[in-house]
């Protein structure tokens, strides 16, 4: 169900790692038409926390990409990278809870334990063993002013953790069995996707998150965090993933599906909404 008009704030938050494709251009339209219907207003997010993929031309392009394709935000743009002491105090808080402990396994470690399954294929982020937690209630060390080791919060396995999607319908997951403890901040000291999003959507008083069907699973770990950080919860809606012509989801690699490419092919702002209104 969307926000009443009064309330309803949406946002598009694009990285600024590669250029835009239509996949993107799809989804951030479904976010607009539904902040237009219900009366809301609709804020643009750079999601620039990535440093090694990140560049300013890819900044600049973004911004030439939505304004071409007529998309309207609220004004000015907010930067993720601008974020950090929010992030930071988020971090502390969860520190002071006890809810996160320091982790020094390697992503190969995960993926060779006995036992541990895998969430979701190579994109996915493999269930964390459980055999590889510190002791519930074991002292944490500090945190330092520079965090040189990965930070994970520990899910409540068994919990079943619900939400209804506003494009796909009832969503569940267990946590310790569909996702597992998950990064919330990275030993290059820079927070998770996880963290900064949540943070940042609580910031800037989000009442639906509109996104790609990608992150589902995302979702889950994100009401852990919403739950835990004292924030209230967005709602959601996932979009189906537009693919190729060989059936994999759009990603920017995709050069010829890119809206630069494709308005210097001589396409349209209209006939490309045209063919999202009808996909």
């Known amino acids: 169900m ?4 009064s309330t309803y704030r949406g946002r598009l938050a694009p990285s600024p790692t590669g250029l835009l494709h239509l996949g993107h251009a799809r989804t951030f339209w479904i976010a607009a038409e539904r902040a237009r219907r219900a009366g ?35 004004e000015p743009m907010v930067s993720q990278s601008e974020h950090r002491a929010l992030y930071r105090a988020a971090l502390e808080k969860l520190h002071a809870s006890g809810l996160i402990y320091p982790c020094t396994r390697s992503r190969r470690d995960v993926i060779e334990a006995a036992g541990a399954p895998h969430e979701g294929g190579a994109n996915d982020e493999p269930v964390y063993p459980p055999q590889f937690r510190p002791p519930a209630g074991a002292p944490l060390p500090p945190l330092g002013e520079k965090i040189t080791v990965n930070w994970r919060i520990r899910v409540p396995d068994g919990e079943t953790l619900a939400f209804n999607d506003g494009g796909l319908g009832p969503q569940q997951a267990v946590a310790g069995r569909d996702f597992g403890d998950f990064l919330v901040w990275r030993k290059d000291d820079v927070p998770s996707y996880q963290l900064a999003c949540v943070v940042d959507d609580a910031a800037m008083d989000i009442t639906e998150v509109v996104r790609g069907a990608d992150l589902v699973k995302s979702t889950f770990r994100q009401l852990l965090l919403f739950r835990a950080l004292g924030h209230a919860t967005p709602e959601f809606h996932h979009c189906p993933l537009m693919l190729d012509d060989r059936g994999e989801r759009l990603a920017k690699r995709h050069d010829a599906l890119s809206l630069r490419a494709m308005r210097e092919s001589g396409l349209t702002p209209a006939e490309i909404i045209r063919g999202f209104a009808h996909s």
């Open 2 to 5: 969307v926000p009443s008009p």
């Open 40 to 74: 809301g207003k609709l804020f643009l997010r750079n999601d620039d926390l990535d440093a090694i993929r990140f560049r300013l031309d890819f900044v600049a392009a973004m911004l030439e990409d939505l304004r071409w394709l007529g998309f309207v935000w609220e």
